[in-house]
């Protein structure tokens, strides 16, 4: 499976866009991304996830880049319940575990 | 009603005791898993069963043994217990191995002492 990249934390101002990017260079044809998040103390929660086109649904966008080398997360007004640790996972999908990252840590503040 | 239920939700433990801790889920999924949180906050997958059928057993030692009982349970026990068992304990469950969707349970901690 492709290896992801993300930044350690990143901040964001309560009521703005959070954008949290991955970088999955490696990623091969059949491999989807995936976005889960862990706020303090729950279990993971699934986000989204996407092929090669941009992805909505009521949390969140995701943005993948036409070469899918890359995709953002996209957060269009985070709120302080937002805050968490954020996992970009590339897995396919006829696998059979999903296999977390360090993630970002990303700090939503009034 | 909660989907994916795990107890108990805190455990502490001496060395040496046999532990376990129990999953259920209402989802009608076919696969559960169940992960390991460590201190440094990374998860890592453990054991994955489809259809009652061991699909996945990581590098973990023989003293964690998996049982599922039925589709709609996965248990893990724990013998001999050791400081470095120490970790939040996540189960899921998934339909199929489809990974779109995998729900958590609330994690058990468990603290040997």
């Known amino acids: 499976d492709a290896k992801t990249t993300q930044p350690t934390s990143m901040d964001c101002a309560e009521g703005r866009a959070a954008n949290l990017p991955c970088n999955h260079s490696?990623?091969?044809?059949?491999?989807?991304v995936y976005w889960y998040r862990q706020i303090h103390s729950q279990g993971p929660q699934y986000i989204i996830h996407?092929?090669?086109n941009n992805e909505t649904n009521e949390m969140a966008s995701l943005i993948i880049t036409e070469d899918r080398k890359s995709s953002t997360l996209i957060l269009p007004h985070a709120t302080l319940r937002d805050t968490a640790v954020y996992y970009c996972?590339?897995?396919?999908?006829?696998?059979?575990?999903?296999?977390f990252g360090k993630g970002t840590t990303l700090s939503v503040s009034s | 009603d909660t989907a994916v239920s795990q107890t108990p939700k805190y455990l502490v433990t001496q060395m040496g005791n046999d532990k376990s801790i129990k999953c259920e889920q209402n989802?009608?999924?076919?696969?559960m898993y169940w992960y390991k949180q460590d201190s440094k906050k990374f998860l890592k997958i453990m054991f994955s069963?489809?259809?009652?059928?061991?699909?996945i057993n990581e590098t973990v030692p023989n003293r964690f043994s998996p049982k599922s009982p039925d589709k709609a349970h996965l248990n893990l026990h724990i013998n001999s217990l050791e400081l470095g068992d120490s970790a939040v304990y996540f189960c899921?469950?998934?339909?199929?191995?489809?990974?779109?969707?995998?729900?958590f349970g609330q994690g058990t901690r468990l603290t040997v002492v």
């Open positions: 899921a469950s998934s339909q199929g191995r489809r990974l779109a969707e995998a729900f």
């Open positions: 490696t990623i091969s044809g059949n491999e989807y």
């Open positions: 996407g092929l090669k």
């Open positions: 996972i590339v897995r396919n999908q006829a696998g059979t575990a999903l296999i």
């Open positions: 989802l009608g999924h076919d696969t």
């Open positions: 069963y489809n259809n009652k059928e061991l699909i």
